[in-house]
């Protein structure tokens, strides 16, 4: 397998691309799988306008698919309840709520409004 670090309208994809054989005959092969892809970029590519906190443990809110962030509803010092809605996001042409995991107080919040985010990007920061 070969990576290539693709860019499509300003974002970055990472892709592995299997080599595909060719037979005695000079037909192709057909792959038994598709090839893997990440979607989105990994979280030190993407450019935030405020720079990532270090964070030792708490628990770690993470982006579940890539999208934009569309409202963020809690800051750094606010206390959350589990459940409570803490940003909305931008994904497929839909906003999607994003909720605390546990009560606690935040004190991470990586991204801001109008972010790009990719899948399992750590967001914010609740202990």
Same mark, same amino acid.
């Given at each position: 397998?070969?990576?290539?670090?693709?860019?499509?309208?300003?974002?970055?994809?990472?892709?592995?691309?299997?080599?595909?054989?060719?037979?005695?005959?000079?037909?192709?092969?057909?792959?038994?799988?598709?090839?893997?892809?990440?979607?989105?970029?990994?979280?030190?590519?993407?450019?935030?306008?405020?720079?990532?906190?270090?964070?030792?443990?708490?628990?770690?809110? &993470?982006? !579940?698919?890539? #999208?934009?962030?569309?409202?963020?509803? *809690? $800051? /750094? +010092? %606010?206390?959350?309840?589990? @459940? =409570?809605?803490?940003?909305?996001?931008?994904?497929?042409?839909?906003?999607?709520?994003? &909720?605390? !995991?546990?009560? #606690?107080?935040?004190?991470?919040?990586? *991204? $801001? /409004? +109008? %972010?790009?985010?990719?899948? @399992? =990007?750590?967001?914010?920061?609740?202990?």
């Amino acid at each position: 397998m070969k990576k290539y670090l693709i860019t499509v309208n300003e974002k970055q994809y990472e892709v592995d691309v299997e080599e595909v054989k060719t037979t005695t005959a000079g037909a192709f092969q057909t792959l038994k799988s598709a090839p893997k892809m990440k979607s989105g970029v990994s979280p030190s590519q993407i450019k935030s306008s405020k720079p990532k906190a270090a964070t030792k443990g708490g628990e770690k809110v &993470t982006a !579940p698919m890539p #999208g934009s962030i569309f409202k963020m509803l *809690v $800051a /750094e +010092g %606010d206390e959350v309840k589990k @459940g =409570q809605t803490i940003l909305v996001f931008e994904a497929m042409k839909m906003e999607n709520d994003l &909720t605390s !995991p546990v009560d #606690g107080k935040v004190v991470a919040v990586n *991204v $801001a /409004e +109008g %972010d790009a985010i990719a899948a @399992g =990007q750590e967001l914010i920061v609740i202990e």
